[in-house]
């Protein structure tokens, strides 16, 4: 079964500049999730879907981060502006739909991101 | 809140010689837990998990974790390891609530086995 395909895999910006990332993810699955990943820490969420609808989003900057899964099926991750501090690793994960918090989340090769 | 800490920023280990990974937990309610590796410039790889039933729990590549609810650890272990499992290691740890269900993940464990 094909895995979470995340594009592009590197992206270098200048700060002020705009970027997104685009997410498929396993067939199936119901929920979409995006991550954070700062050097040198574990992955933070940042955004959960479940179908095409927002589940938690308590920790995604929403005055520069805006994230979308208009057909509850792929999704995209924008930055508008990026900031220095922006510069990480995003990681795109998906999980079947199974109750309770059992299900492993898969993960994509992730984005990183350079900003200057 | 719940938080995951990887008390070991690297692990160092001879090819051969048994391997763990320390993590501890701390949730209110029945945690969920989770360990996955990360190779140079990819995702994150499942490795298992623990849900309920038996403490210790068998997953991918000869790992194997055992779930201590009194000292809220979670070590993850290979009995034999290998030059490939050199990786970094993530503790992630999670309750559910009707509201979602956030998966926390630790700081990390880079494990660097010495042939």
């Known amino acids: 079964e094909a895995g979470v395909a995340q594009s592009p895999r590197y992206k270098i910006i200048e700060k002020r500049q705009s970027v997104a990332f685009w997410c498929n993810p396993i067939s199936g699955h119901a929920t979409l999730y995006w991550y954070q990943q700062i050097l040198g820490q574990g992955p933070k969420l940042l955004i959960q879907?479940?179908?095409?609808?927002?589940?938690?989003d308590s920790q995604l900057p929403k005055d520069r981060f805006s994230a979308e899964r208009l057909k509850g099926v792929d999704s995209t991750l924008k930055i508008q502006p990026a900031k220095l501090e922006d510069s990480a690793v995003y990681l795109c994960?998906?999980?079947?739909?199974?109750?309770?918090?059992?299900?492993?989340?898969?993960f994509g090769p992730g984005t990183r991101l350079l900003v200057l | 809140a719940q938080s995951v800490a990887q008390p070991e920023d690297q692990v160092n280990v001879a090819e051969g010689n048994p391997l763990t990974v320390k993590c501890t937990y701390s949730v209110s309610g029945n945690p969920y837990l989770f360990w996955y590796v990360q190779y140079p410039n990819r995702g994150l790889q499942f490795l298992l998990k623990y849900i309920t039933g038996d403490n210790l729990v068998k997953g991918s590549y000869g790992f194997e974790a055992e779930f201590n609810k009194s000292q809220t650890s979670f070590h993850l272990k290979k009995p034999s390891a290998l030059v490939s499992d050199s990786a970094l290691y993530f503790c992630?740890?999670?309750?559910?609530?009707?509201?979602?269900?956030?998966?926390?993940f630790g700081g990390g464990t880079r494990v660097l086995v010495k042939p």
């Open positions: 992630a740890v999670r309750v559910f609530k009707a509201a979602g269900n956030k998966l926390t």
């Open positions: 879907f479940q179908n095409n609808g927002v589940v938690d």
């Open positions: 994960a998906s999980s079947p739909p199974i109750a309770g918090g059992q299900e492993t989340q898969y």
